[in-house]
């Protein structure tokens, strides 16, 4: 009988080896083409490429916040001076009607005074002739002497007569002097007239030239403004060009983060049917070897006159620590991820992830009693993502010893234990996969003390 159970024992071991041996090809490669041909790249390589394009991305959106924020600026000092040039383009107006309205008063103070010019040499005309005529009696009278004067009196009947022609002599030369003066003093006050319109003139000349530098002045400082509006015009036509380019730049990165993450799907897609298969045919071909051994050693049995009951490997020999645990994953020693902060959050437990450990065997690293158990996840594969099974754990096992103490087990391809079920330190309680949201086969291995996460490595080492 104790030959029995040492045969027992070696064909639990070499079933076990080659169950570890084998598994270590079932883990998916990534070496193959994706449906989008973007070349042999891994999951992780594109995934990296992702998250640097993200970074990017984050990039050129803040450069788009930004020439977004500078053009509305421009646009606002533009729409600052559109205002500033609708003013001064109706102050140049104004100035303009004014211009117009002297220059109308100029005129006509010009032919006012080239009126009175006419009348005053027209006047003066008059004046010459008189003169000139009472110049000619004057010079008669004082040719002929006191004839004209005889020659007046002698032919007249009566005194009365004689006092009447005398009379009118006086009044004519009376008359002529006084329309003299009369055209003389029209002349003055024409003169005069022709002053103050002159004066007004030259008024009306200083305010057009005054309201003429007015406008020159507003001239310029419209050019200035105008000059402004177009060097505004040209930085929002740069930043729209930016913004445009800067735009499609992050279409672009948009566009192929698409396609990788339309890849990787793809991949994923691909490795998990590839280790589906792998996984079944390893399986039937374990069973087929199981089914042989226990064949060899039923006979054998037979042979030594002995009684033969199969079994399966539940237990695997561990040596617990000082603390009283022992490592989780037997033959697998490899820490990919530790106890700590990690991408942001907090890992609560450590990962151990060595090549070819997917199917490998799980065991209670405490004896206790189970008080969880996940085992409804089907989605064991890789991925960058949570499928949201057992709250990312996938399919996973928890185990209370003595009340203080708890483990957990995530990321199982299945568990082999059940809720309320009591396991020995050591004992397989289910084989390591990739469910739950796993980047590749692991085992997530959790310490928890009165419920509160603490780092494994200080219970148990490889």
Known sequence: MEKLNIFKKTLSCVIGTALTITLISVYPSTTGKN????????IAEMQEQINANKG???????????????KAQEQQYQSVLTEQITVIQDNIALLNKEIESLNNDINSAKDNIDNLNVSIENQQKAIDEKVELFKQRLCAMYVSGNDNLASVVIGTSSFYDIMSRVEMVNRIASYDEELINDILGEIDSMEEDKKSLESEKLTLEMKVNEQNKRKEEKSSELENLNEKMQQTQAEIDRLAKEEAMTAEKKAELEAMNNEFNAAIEAEIQRQAEEAQRRYEEEQARLAQERAAAQAAASQQAAQQGQSYTPSTPAYVPVAPSASGFAWPAPGFCYISSGY?????????????GDGGIHGGRAVASKAGTVIQVCNSCTHDYPKDGSCGCGGGYGNYVVISHDGTYSTVYGHLASAAVSVGQYVEQGQVIGYIGSTGWSTGAHLHFEVRVNGSRVDPLGYVSP
Do not use: M, Y
């Not at 449906?35 to 891994?42: D, G, I, K, L, M």
């Not at 984050?58 to 020439?67: G, K, M, N, V």
């Open 35 to 42: 449906a989008h041909n973007v070349s042999a790249q891994s």
């Open 56 to 70: 990017k991305i984050t990039e050129l959106q803040s450069e788009l916040d930004a020439l977004a924020g500078n």
């Open 340 to 352: 700590g902060p990690r991408w942001g959050s907090f890992h609560g437990g450590i990962d151990v």
